[in-house]
């Protein structure tokens, strides 16, 4: 991330750091062929013979004044020798917060800024050099780059009240993250470690309810992402990968691939209701993924894969919430697709899924689900006829599943609820609901009465079905029927609410949102005001 600093050849200090620069780019290269040494011992020897010469060199540079024409190198030399301190130690130490802190106070002896300011610690020093390098900007490659350390050591050591800090010093405003996630981005396209920082600003923006940052520095790390890294690395820097060669994707220093991170931020996106953005990022995604060889539909190995037909089904869901829903089914059409070679396996499939073998029990949610999903599209195509086949069609495979029995063990174990009970149900009242719904447009209440009826034998705690089921009656003036489900429904409201807490995928969430009633207080009222007036005789 640092970059070569102009030498001025009329300064008396141009020879030495000359000499200082050679012995620097000599010990990098030292450093990066023990890295590629399979000798344990002889690698081990030369990278901690490298680390003592960058210490020998930072105690040469630092025994002389603050000079502002040395400083990028001494920087340089700081980064270095922090980061190949930590891949020895394999991790961050005191130490090493104190030559950081030591670097920014020589930034400081140049302006004459040393004093009161010392007295905030790290976070004062960073506030305090970051306003002097707007008149040194030759220093900033060098402190973007050491800000990827100080962040790294603060998420390494759990200081992530002094990172927000840090952002917020590089940010100058509290509620102006740009250039806060621009020191970040310039960092990480530099090559150096501060994708894990960038993604961890994410998550406190989140935390803190600021969703604009939030989904700005996910921008900002897809962008960095997608930039193809530098063939022309600098010699006379230590590329900070050293620090954690392999991070364990579980880790909150593992920044993820570009498709993860486009994940995030599209599924955030259509969380947040910013539906416009989260359809064009679940496209770009798609062309992300499908671009080359097919990729396998297969359940993910952990809860930090990519599960393939989800993200179609979610980015169907996307373009359906942006009214895009031809576009929505071709993105179905496709799915279908590829998975069209496992519909005649279906019974097969979740016959051994009971007896524990292990073939896949998740491709009958993803296809009925794709169904569901076309039948929404053409509902807002105003096609009810082929939305109430395609809701049919969704049924037709959801009551060919039996939810699994308790004690089936791990073959049904999926953390992101792909085949639990739950889900199962949801989508089986989802399309009751939905098919119910579209015979309501059509005229034909007796219809939609019975799948409201079935929503709600299937799926108990879902609320909404109950609401649907309320209204109808009152259409049909079965007021007898629909006095004794009011008082229920003023009886549970509370704890339907208090149920409602089920943990299911993105697109059933967002299809489920589609068929709510509106406020169920208000329609409670206007029922109460119906039934209590007196029958026409």
Same mark, same amino acid.
């Given at each position: 991330?640092?970059?070569?600093?102009?030498?001025?050849?009329?300064?008396?200090?141009?020879?030495?750091?000359?000499?200082?620069?050679?012995?620097?780019?000599?010990?990098?290269?030292?450093?990066? =062929?023990?890295?590629?040494?399979?000798?344990?011992?002889?690698?081990?020897?030369?990278?901690?013979?490298? @680390?003592?010469?960058?210490?020998?060199?930072?105690?040469?540079?630092?025994?002389?004044?603050?000079?502002?024409?040395?400083?990028?190198?001494?920087?340089?030399?700081?980064?270095?020798?922090?980061?190949?301190?930590?891949?020895?130690?394999?991790?961050?130490?005191?130490?090493?917060?104190?030559?950081?802190?030591?670097?920014?106070?020589?930034?400081?002896?140049?302006?004459?800024?040393?004093?009161?300011?010392?007295?905030?610690?790290?976070?004062?020093?960073?506030?305090?050099?970051?306003?002097?390098?707007?008149?040194?900007?030759?220093?900033?490659?060098?402190?973007?780059?050491?800000?990827?350390?100080?962040?790294?050591?603060?998420?390494?050591?759990?200081?992530?009240?002094?990172?927000?800090?840090?952002?917020?010093?590089?940010?100058?405003?509290?509620?102006?993250?740009?250039?806060?996630?621009?020191?970040?981005?310039?960092?990480?396209?530099?090559?150096?470690?501060?994708?894990?920082?960038?993604?961890?600003?994410?998550?406190?923006?989140?935390?803190?309810?600021?969703?604009?940052?939030?989904?700005?520095?996910?921008?900002?790390? =897809?962008?960095?992402?997608?930039?193809?890294?530098?063939?022309?690395?600098?010699?006379?820097?230590?590329?900070?990968?050293? @620090?954690?060669?392999?991070?364990?994707?579980?880790?909150?220093?593992?920044?993820?691939?570009?498709?993860?991170?486009?994940?995030?931020?599209?599924?955030?996106?259509?969380?947040?209701?910013?539906?416009?953005?989260?359809?064009?990022?679940?496209?770009?995604?798609?062309?992300?993924?499908?671009?080359?060889?097919?990729?396998?539909?297969?359940?993910?190995?952990?809860?930090?894969?990519?599960?393939?037909?989800?993200?179609?089904?979610?980015?169907?869901?996307?373009?359906?919430?942006?009214?895009?829903?031809?576009?929505?089914?071709?993105?179905?059409?496709?799915?279908?697709?590829?998975?069209?070679? @496992?519909?005649?396996?279906?019974?097969?499939?979740?016959?051994?899924?009971?007896?524990?073998?292990?073939?896949?029990?998740?491709?009958?949610?993803?296809?009925?689900?794709?169904?569901?999903?076309?039948?929404?599209?053409?509902?807002?195509?105003?096609?009810?006829?082929?939305?109430?086949?395609?809701?049919?069609?969704?049924?037709?495979?959801?009551?060919?599943?039996?939810?699994?029995?308790?004690?089936?063990?791990?073959?049904?174990?999926?953390?992101?609820?792909?085949?639990?009970?739950?889900?199962?149900?949801?989508?089986?009242?989802?399309?009751?609901?939905?098919?119910?719904?579209?015979?309501?447009?059509?005229?034909?209440?007796?219809?939609?009465?019975?799948?409201? @009826?079935?929503?709600?034998?299937?799926?108990?705690?879902?609320?909404?079905?109950?609401?649907?089921?309320?209204?109808?009656?009152?259409?049909?003036?079965?007021?007898?029927?629909?006095?004794?489900?009011?008082?229920?429904?003023?009886?549970?409201?509370?704890?339907?609410?208090?149920?409602?807490?089920?943990?299911?995928?993105?697109?059933?969430?967002?299809?489920?949102?589609?068929?709510?009633?509106?406020?169920?207080?208000?329609?409670?009222?206007?029922?109460?005001?119906?039934?209590?007036?007196?029958?026409?005789?």
């Amino acid at each position: 991330m640092s970059h070569q600093t102009p030498l001025g050849s009329s300064m008396p200090q141009a020879n030495c750091l000359d000499l200082w620069r050679e012995k620097n780019d000599q010990l990098v290269r030292q450093a990066k =062929v023990a890295q590629d040494l399979d000798l344990s011992l002889r690698r081990q020897q030369l990278a901690q013979d490298a @680390l003592e010469g960058l210490r020998g060199l930072l105690h040469s540079l630092q025994g002389l004044s603050a000079a502002v024409l040395v400083l990028p190198l001494e920087l340089t030399v700081i980064c270095n020798f922090t980061t190949l301190k930590a891949s020895l130690a394999q991790g961050f130490t005191e130490d090493q917060a104190q030559d950081i802190q030591r670097g920014l106070e020589r930034v400081l002896e140049t302006q004459k800024q040393l004093g009161p300011r010392l007295e905030r610690g790290l976070t004062g020093l960073w506030n305090s050099v970051l306003h002097a390098s707007t008149v040194l900007p030759q220093l900033l490659p060098a402190l973007h780059h050491l800000a990827g350390l100080q962040a790294a050591l603060w998420l390494s050591t759990d200081h992530l009240g002094d990172l927000t800090l840090l952002l917020q010093t590089l940010n100058g405003s509290q509620g102006n993250p740009q250039r806060a996630l621009l020191y970040l981005v310039a960092a990480l396209k530099g090559g150096s470690i501060c994708g894990p920082p960038l993604l961890e600003a994410s998550r406190l923006y989140r935390q803190l309810g600021n969703t604009a940052a939030e989904l700005e520095s996910l921008e900002l790390l =897809v962008e960095a992402l997608s930039i193809p890294p530098s063939s022309e690395v600098p010699h006379f820097l230590i590329e900070v990968e050293l @620090l954690l060669p392999q991070p364990d994707p579980a880790s909150p220093l593992h920044c993820g691939t570009l498709s993860q991170v486009r994940h995030l931020l599209a599924s955030r996106c259509l969380q947040m209701g910013r539906t416009e953005h989260a359809a064009e990022h679940y496209l770009d995604l798609l062309a992300l993924l499908l671009d080359g060889s097919e990729p396998k539909f297969s359940p993910p190995p952990c809860s930090s894969g990519l599960c393939m037909p989800e993200i179609f089904l979610e980015a169907a869901a996307a373009l359906i919430q942006t009214g895009r829903a031809q576009d929505a089914l071709t993105v179905c059409e496709e799915l279908l697709r590829r998975t069209s070679s @496992l519909l005649p396996k279906m019974p097969q499939l979740w016959k051994n899924a009971r007896k524990g073998t292990k073939e896949s029990p998740h491709y009958p949610p993803w296809v009925s689900a794709t169904y569901l999903l076309q039948g929404q599209a053409w509902v807002q195509l105003g096609v009810p006829k082929q939305a109430i086949s395609e809701f049919s069609r969704c049924l037709e495979l959801l009551f060919r599943v039996t939810p699994k029995d308790k004690e089936q063990g791990p073959a049904f174990n999926c953390e992101q609820g792909c085949t639990s009970d739950e889900t199962l149900q949801q989508l089986r009242a989802a399309a009751l609901i939905s098919r119910g719904l579209a015979w309501v447009a059509s005229g034909q209440d007796t219809k939609a009465l019975q799948d409201f @009826l079935l929503s709600v034998q299937v799926c108990p705690g879902n609320g909404d079905a109950s609401f649907h089921l309320l209204q109808t009656l009152r259409r049909l003036d079965r007021r007898d029927e629909a006095t004794a489900l009011w008082r229920r429904l003023e009886a549970q409201t509370e704890l339907l609410q208090e149920n409602a807490t089920w943990s299911l995928p993105l697109y059933l969430e967002t299809c489920l949102s589609w068929i709510r009633p509106p406020d169920r207080e208000t329609l409670l009222k206007e029922y109460r005001t119906f039934l209590l007036e007196p029958c026409d005789l």
